[in-house]
């Protein structure tokens, strides 16, 4: 591994998920690339001007200043504590930019922190997590937040837990493990749909599908695929090779 990408708004529940970037990093020596993805508030012309540009501008431009700044101040700090760090602006739709930035950089994997989609921001950002996770072609890491926006579990992985799925085979398993325990010195162990829920790991790793039809999703749904938005365990998933 040596590009880890680390998407983030400078809100609470992307900053939680800074230990396991640190975490990753440290263990592989990986380049961390922070990524800030701004979209542009339309100025309101409405509002009453003074001179040109209307205060809807002037708000938007001091919105894009502050972030630029957040940026540099968080590259900075990585940087005196020892990491490779990278920054990122884009301007754009968050989960495109964020998967094109992973596909141009060739992102090994792409950390994102999930909040419990409470408010509408909240459930902004969850959507975004969500359609990374099934649109990456890099495996993307997902740590929960609890309510106070801390995350779930500490920065740890003594204990792995891989979500065995019908389709899954063995070689799998070993393939998306392997490294994991070797860097960790971690313990695996595999759960089935049943076991899925009140598990004691550190780490659940799992393979995404294809979905299926809408009436197919219905009739057979997939515990696995809902730990996307219900995991309370940090959740490494993987895609099937297209």
Avoid at 150 to 159: G, K
Avoid at 189 to 206: I, P, Q, S, Y
Avoid at 222 to 238: F, R, T
Wanted: glycine share 6%.
């Amino acid at each position: 591994m040596t590009s880890l990408l680390f998407p983030t708004d400078f809100s609470t529940h992307t900053t939680a998920a800074l230990d396991w970037v640190r975490l990753f990093a440290k263990q592989t020596g990986a380049t961390i690339t922070l990524l800030h993805v701004y979209q542009p508030v339309v100025p309101d012309t409405t509002l009453p001007t003074v001179g040109d540009p209307g205060l809807g501008t002037l708000t938007a431009l001091e919105l894009e200043d502050i972030g630029r700044q957040q940026l540099v101040d968080l590259e900075t700090k990585l940087i005196a504590e020892g990491y490779s760090v990278k920054a990122e602006w884009r301007i754009g739709a968050i989960e495109d930019e964020i998967l094109e930035t992973a596909r141009v950089l060739q992102s090994d994997l792409i950390v994102m922190g999930r909040s419990d989609l409470s408010t509408f921001f909240d459930r902004l950002a969850g959507s975004a997590v969500s359609d990374v996770a099934e649109g990456a072609t890099c495996p993307v890491l997902i740590i929960p937040m609890t309510d106070d926006s801390q995350a779930v579990r500490p920065a740890e992985v003594r204990t792995i837990a891989y979500a065995m799925q019908p389709k899954t085979s063995q070689s799998d398993v070993a393939q998306q493990t392997d490294w994991l325990i070797d860097m960790f010195g971690a313990t695996l162990v595999v759960l089935t749909e049943d076991k899925l829920e009140h598990n004691n790991a550190d780490l659940v790793v799992m393979q995404l599908y294809p979905a299926g039809g809408f009436l197919d999703s219905l009739l057979h749904p997939n515990k696995v695929s809902a730990l996307v938005e219900k995991s309370d365990v940090p959740l490494l998933i993987y895609h099937q090779p297209k």
